[in-house]
């Protein structure tokens, strides 16, 4: 199956799974898993995107993060230039949609690529933790260029096999939460 088709198929599922109270009970067990990890520990300026409906959601692992007295990153993207580097989240209330719909850092903070733990966003992923996202390329470009620990937390849905690309970067760790 194609790309494409493996992206769109697996969104489906995502927006599926939103409606159900077991993604509440998954993300909170995908948060917790994450808490545990020696990375996130060890970690004190992190990367994690500001997440969408149909996603894992972010929010409650960015308040955590937050609460522990480190440093959140978010994406800050440009679209022309299809270029991503990452912007500190001092505060939830300091966010608005872009022109695309997706939240980003309304506050003038701090704009770097160096990060002690990313964790990495993604639609369908393999068991070797490479990973398909929207299309854009963005986080495959970023992490072909910066070195820092990797996460992806997804449901089990979102595993499927597919044709490695030589520009595909993978994850290190996958964290996976049963929906069945």
């Given at each position: 199956m194609s790309k494409h088709k493996l992206?769109?198929?697996t969104i489906n599922k995502m927006k599926q799974f939103s409606d159900q109270d077991q993604k509440l009970s998954a993300d909170q067990y995908l948060t917790q898993q994450l808490m545990n990890t020696s990375e996130y520990k060890?970690?004190?300026?992190?990367?994690?995107?500001?997440?969408?409906?149909?996603?894992?959601d972010t929010y409650p692992i960015i308040s955590k993060i937050?609460?522990?007295?480190?440093?959140?990153?978010?994406?800050?993207?440009?679209?022309?230039?299809?270029?991503m580097s990452f912007k500190e989240l001092d505060n939830l209330s300091n966010i608005a949609p872009d022109?695309?719909?997706?939240?980003?850092?309304?506050?003038?903070?701090e704009i770097t690529n160096d990060l002690d733990l990313l964790i990495v966003p993604g639609v369908v992923f393999n068991n070797k933790g490479y990973r398909i996202g929207y299309g854009g390329g963005?986080?495959?470009?970023?992490?072909s260029q910066h070195q820092q620990p990797t996460i992806s937390l997804i449901y089990d849905f979102q595993i499927n096999n597919f044709?490695?690309?030589?520009h595909d970067q993978p994850v290190q760790k996958l964290i996976i939460a049963t929906t069945n």
């Open positions: 992206r769109k198929e060890s970690a004190y300026r992190i990367g994690v995107v500001l997440s969408m409906q149909h996603e894992v937050l609460n522990d007295d480190k440093k959140v990153f978010v994406p800050e993207t440009n679209y022309k230039n299809k270029t022109d695309k719909g997706i939240n980003y850092v309304t506050s003038d903070t963005y986080f495959d470009k970023f992490l044709e490695i690309e030589a």
